[in-house]
T-cell receptor
């Protein structure tokens, strides 16, 4: 299995530009998570999808952030317009959830975003 | 609100010098405690899941234990390749993982 795939791995953009991050979860997983990691705040959950449906987006910092999951094998996280404080590493993770059973999350390699 | 505190923040070990990392947590209704390893420039890599107090799991030189208030990750006779940041996370009665800040382990040859 290729694991969780994210693209791009690095993104440098200027303030005000639109940024789109992409994720392909592990085949067979039905849960997808977007996280942001910074030195100051550590790993923070932004949004959680289950069976392609957004369940909890309370971690999305502002309306500038949006996420979609059009099918089971693809998700995007968009920032528009981007700001320097959005600079961070963004991770996508996937897992399998069945009823009340809890399963481990597998993380992708991350996208390092730098907003100038 | 779930809280996870890891200590120490950093740990420098000589090769072969065993040690332990601590993860203390406050959560209403623990469903699982997870340990991850993160190398620089990479995503967290899953190591263990512990579900109940008294449970232990091992993988090579790593052993994780769980009590009602904390978990320990024991590193036995570490090697330089064990150098990484070790993250602890707890999951309550929902899907969310609450992560600690991590312990950065450096093992010198």
């Amino acid at each position: 299995d290729a694991g969780v795939i994210q693209s791009p791995r690095h993104e440098v953009t200027e303030m005000g530009q639109e940024v789109t991050l992409r994720c392909k979860p592990i085949s067979g997983h039905n849960s997808l998570f977007w996280y942001r990691q910074t030195m100051m705040r550590g790993l923070e959950l932004l949004i959680y999808f289950n069976n392609n449906v957004p369940i909890d987006d309370s971690g999305m910092p502002e309306d500038r952030f949006s996420a979609k999951m059009p099918n089971a094998s693809f998700s995007t996280l968009k920032i528009q317009p981007s700001e320097p404080r959005d600079s961070a590493v963004y991770f996508c993770a996937s897992s399998f959830a069945h009823g009340a059973e809890i399963y481990e999350q597998f993380f992708g390699p991350g996208t390092r975003l730098t907003v100038l | 609100e779930d809280q996870v505190t890891q200590s120490p923040e950093a740990l420098r070990l000589q090769e072969g010098e065993s040690s332990s990392l601590n993860c203390s947590y406050t959560v209403s209704g623990l469903r699982g405690l997870f340990w991850y390893r993160q190398d620089p420039g990479k995503g967290p890599e899953f190591l263990f899941t512990l579900y109940s107090a008294g449970e232990e799991k091992e993988k090579e030189r790593l052993k994780a234990t769980l009590t009602k208030k904390e978990s320990f990750l024991h590193i036995t006779a570490p090697k330089p390749e064990d150098s990484a940041t070790y993250l602890c996370a707890v999951q309550a009665y929902d899907y969310k993982l609450s992560f600690g800040a991590g312990t950065t382990v450096t093992v010198r040859a």
